[in-house]
């Protein structure tokens, strides 16, 4: 049982390159996000997905796009990374809101020159 | 939105000592997590705490929702107890949709 698994951990872009980050999680959960880590900050929410098939977006959603065509995995896109998506980004997944905690994955630390 | 303010923003410890932080938050929430993210940059579940008392080993939270904060306590502090802690809540309601909103952190230093 590995819980929150991110692919990559680290990642080095060019301005302009497209990238995937991968979320996957082993627990069932229907709920699943991804944030982003700045320094000196906490994290803030980029987009969210309530379940296979759905995406939304969430407090900082500019330049990223999202799927979730399986249950078990959310991507994130960059399309055309900027210098400003230089950030650590974390999923985390939980079974439902209201009830139970979220689980976070280990981070993935992209930087954008 | 949810506000979610965290105090001391950085605290210096001697091993051994005690500490508390505290989270203040501005509106009803069903969920509060602690988290600490240690030195390598993981963010490490603490506690899943939305009212009430838990305990775990040397730490220890407190969530009172009607006054709308939480406090964290850390005892008898090791030098691995060093790194960020964060309070994250959600929002009460239908639309949260179990999105986190998180402080900014106090950043905790233990010395030898």
């Known amino acids: 049982n590995a819980g929150v698994t991110q692919t990559p951990k680290f990642r080095v872009l060019k301005t302009g390159q497209s990238m995937t980050l991968l979320c996957a999680q082993d627990m069932n959960h229907e709920y699943m996000y991804w944030y982003r880590q700045d320094p000196g900050m906490g994290l803030r929410l980029i987009h969210y997905s309530v379940g296979e098939g759905t995406t939304a977006k969430g407090e900082v959603p500019d330049g990223y796009n999202v799927s979730r065509l399986k249950k078990q995995n959310f991507l994130l896109g960059l399309e055309s990374a900027a210098p400003s998506q230089t950030s650590v980004y974390f999923c985390a997944s939980r079974i439902r809101p209201n009830a139970a905690e979220a689980f976070f994955g280990q981070g993935t630390r992209l930087t954008v020159v | 939105g949810i506000q979610v303010e965290q105090s001391p923003p950085d605290l210096i410890l001697q091993e051994g000592a005690n500490s508390t932080l505290r989270c203040n938050f501005s509106?009803?929430?069903?969920?509060l997590q602690w988290f600490h993210q240690n030195p390598w940059g993981q963010l490490i579940n603490l506690f899943y705490?939305?009212?009430g008392t838990k305990q775990n080993g040397r730490l220890s939270a407190t969530t009172v929702a009607t006054e709308r904060y939480s406090l964290l306590y850390i005892s008898s502090s090791q030098t691995t107890d060093s790194g960020v802690y964060f309070c994250?809540?959600?929002?009460?309601?239908?639309?949260?949709?179990?999105?986190?909103?998180f402080g900014q952190g106090t950043i905790l230093t233990v010395h030898p």
């Open positions: 994250a809540v959600e929002r009460a309601g239908g639309t949260s949709y179990g999105k986190l909103t």
């Open positions: 509106d009803s929430v069903n969920n």
């Open positions: 705490i939305p009212s």
